[in-house]
């Protein structure tokens, strides 16, 4: 007779409640006798969202609020179980701190979207680093988005070894009570997020083109630290996850500029854009081509301004001839990369 498992299931978004009912089924299915919670977190607030577009200090606070708002979602959860518990977390801040709050060796905690960026500050990423090592002991599980990281992440913690575990991506899109976007322009291209951007590149290919069309880029304060020329180019930090699909939608087409660390990048624009089967520019990382060809995107070559620009300029002017790239990505976006396709993957390492 098989024993009942208690799993605790805690979400990055608030809006997965309304698909909680299907959720549950897929879970008991690979599960079965479970008894299952959700738990949701979210981090759509109006400081936050004023943190966010604030220049200099605006990124130091915006993170502190973060971290700040996983704690206690952390504490919350933690004081609600008793015994033996796995915990499937796909907010990577909150499983860091359940790990530390967690009982030691009762709680079989997976970590998803685990993510070791490179830092200038030498101080800050040996701190970061001896912080990773404390958790590792307690999790059970990191579930990386690209499989380069694997090599990489058992490099920088070889008594972890064993514990990265490789799995695709999946978010869905339309939970959303998405925003209007509201643009100055009739007409113009896109691209935006945070994590390892080359917007420099971007911005320098951009404006060798002949286009007229604006490119319109939405992001932080702390990812632009370069001239560029304002009448071609607009810089947007006050687009969040609300509007940010409408941003996408009303778009030519989609840019996605990333610097080849050879840790995952990108993903969460890349499939928000597939799922609107836009034509999608994107930079020829690892990361990247483990989920798309080129039969769904067109490939630069990362930090190449003159091919950026090149590819650019081809696809304004053979737009038609590469909408059926858009089509492709969007089919695959529902066959592979929905979030029901991400928990089934995940379900598979519980």
Same mark, same amino acid.
């Given at each position: ?12 978004? %608030? ?12 879970? /008991? ?8 919670? &959700?738990? =949701?977190?979210? =981090? ?6 004023? @943190? ?19 704690? %206690? =979602? ?6 609600? +179980? #008793?015994? *033996? ?11 860091? +701190? ?15 979207? &685990? @993510?070791?960026?490179? #830092?200038? *500050?030498?101080?800050? =990423?040996?701190?970061? #680093? ?16 690209? /499989? ?24 869905? &899109? ?37 286009? $007229? ?12 630290? +370069? ?16 509007? +940010?699909?409408? &941003?996408? $939608? ?12 050879? !840790? ?30 080129? #039969? ?20 304004? !002017? ?5 909408? $059926?790239?858009?089509? *492709? ?14 928990? *089934? ?6």
């Amino acid at each position: 007779m098989q024993m009942p498992v208690s799993v605790a299931i805690i979400l990055d978004e %608030l809006e997965y409640k309304k698909k909680e009912s299907l959720l549950r089924k897929v879970i /008991e299915k690979s599960i079965p006798h479970s008894t299952i919670s &959700f738990h =949701y977190t979210t =981090y759509e607030n109006p400081v936050i969202r004023q @943190l966010f577009k604030l220049k200099h200090v605006g990124n130091f606070l915006y993170h502190l609020a973060y971290w700040l708002q996983s704690f %206690l =979602y952390a504490v919350k959860i933690r004081v609600l +179980f #008793k015994g *033996n518990l796995t915990v499937v977390c796909f907010n990577p801040i909150v499983g860091y +701190f359940l790990s530390l709050l967690a009982p030691w060796s009762a709680w079989r905690i997976i970590l998803l979207g &685990f @993510l070791f960026e490179p #830092k200038s *500050n030498k101080t800050y =990423y040996g701190l970061r #680093k001896a912080f990773v090592r404390v958790i590792a002991a307690r999790v059970a599980a990191f579930v990386v988005y690209s /499989e380069a990281e694997i090599c990489l992440y058992e490099t920088l913690f070889p008594k972890s070894a064993g514990k990265f575990r490789y799995v695709l991506y999946g978010r869905d &899109f339309d939970l959303w009570n998405n925003r209007s976007f509201s643009s100055p322009y009739e007409i113009y291209v896109s691209s935006g997020g945070g994590s390892n951007r080359d917007y420099a590149t971007l911005c320098r290919a951009y404006e060798a083109t002949n286009t $007229q069309i604006p490119l319109c880029i939405a992001t932080q304060p702390e990812n632009i630290k +370069f001239k560029y020329n304002t009448s071609k180019i607009n810089i947007r930090y006050d687009i969040r996850l609300d509007r +940010f699909g409408d &941003f996408l $939608q009303k778009s030519k087409l989609v840019i996605l500029p990333l610097m080849d660390y050879g !840790i995952s990048a990108g993903h969460m624009v890349l499939l928000h854009a597939m799922q609107l089967g836009k034509i999608i520019i994107v930079a020829s990382v690892p990361s990247v081509r483990e989920y798309v060809t080129d #039969k769904e995107v067109i490939f630069y070559e990362p930090g190449n301004v003159h091919d950026l620009s090149d590819k650019i300029a081809d696809v304004m !002017i053979k737009i038609e001839e590469y909408r $059926q790239r858009g089509e *492709n990505a969007r089919r695959i976006y529902t066959e592979s990369f929905t979030f029901n396709a991400l928990l *089934n993957r995940t379900l598979q390492i519980v």
